[in-house]
């Protein structure tokens, strides 16, 4: 009768190789990575590599590491240059413990790692502060897919975000229109020289649609596109709300 025993196995496996197996379980769920390293002496010594906390997936676990235990985990994570542990640190660093330097260092180093909302949020801030940063913000948002359910996600997990930390940082609203000819409306900041963008919902699933602000009837390039979401963001942070279509 054969002896089954799979840990002999595991253990006949190199400590690259399984920690190569960790990393990818650890990326599908922190549970499955803790269950499974704790599974065998192998998989515990094979458990510690760098490149798993740089996988690991965070989403289970809190938004603000509250406790020590917390904290040492998610200092490993963030060393070990794990895009979401990049991403909260800069979101908590600019928004909640007034390190703005710090904070924008942090969301550009996820955003180098391929975070989307990481992208999205750095990118209107820099549009937020507008001149020359603004269109800083604006290369950074231009490989945005700008399609509903793309900015809808962003402004979720952007909005449950900061609704976990207390925010000590706001945004001032960039210009988007102004009036001329006695009550004309045009963009404030481009005059349209892009690819104009129809404001509603349509085939493309572009991400606005016609509403009740006075600019919303306007043509919409790219470039104005971001500043209304900015200024939506810039609201949200205030505390005003941001709509999600």
Request: glycine share 6%.
């Amino acid at each position: 009768m054969m002896n089954n025993k799979p840990s002999n196995l595991v253990k006949s496996l190199p400590a690259d190789m399984l920690s190569e197996i960790l990393g990818q379980v650890a990326s599908k769920s922190i549970t499955d990575f803790v269950n499974t390293k704790l599974s065998c002496k192998a998989f515990l010594g094979a458990s510690n590599y760098n490149h798993i906390f740089e996988k690991i997936s965070l989403e289970n676990v809190g938004f603000v590491p509250w406790f020590g235990r917390e904290r040492v985990f998610f200092k490993r994570c963030k060393d070990a240059r794990n895009a979401e542990a990049l991403y909260r640190k800069g979101m908590l660093d600019f928004f909640s413990r007034r390190k703005r330097s710090s904070g924008l260092r942090y969301l550009k180093k996820a955003v180098e790692k391929g975070h989307v909302e990481a992208r999205y949020t750095y990118g209107l801030i820099l549009v937020s502060f507008g001149d020359e940063q603004r269109n800083q913000g604006l290369q950074v948002l231009s490989s945005l897919n700008l399609t509903s359910c793309r900015i809808r996600s962003c402004r979720l997990k952007t909005r449950k975000s900061l609704g976990s930390m207390w925010v000590y940082r706001y945004l001032t609203s960039p210009k988007i229109y102004t009036v001329i000819n006695g009550g004309d409306l045009v963009a404030f900041n481009c005059d349209h020289d892009m690819m104009l963008r129809s404001n509603r919902f349509c085939s493309e699933n572009h991400a606005w649609e016609e509403g009740s602000y006075p600019a919303d009837n306007l043509p919409r390039c790219d470039s104005c596109f971001w500043d209304r979401e900015a200024a939506l963001f810039c609201n949200m942070v205030t505390g005003q709300g941001m709509p999600i279509p």
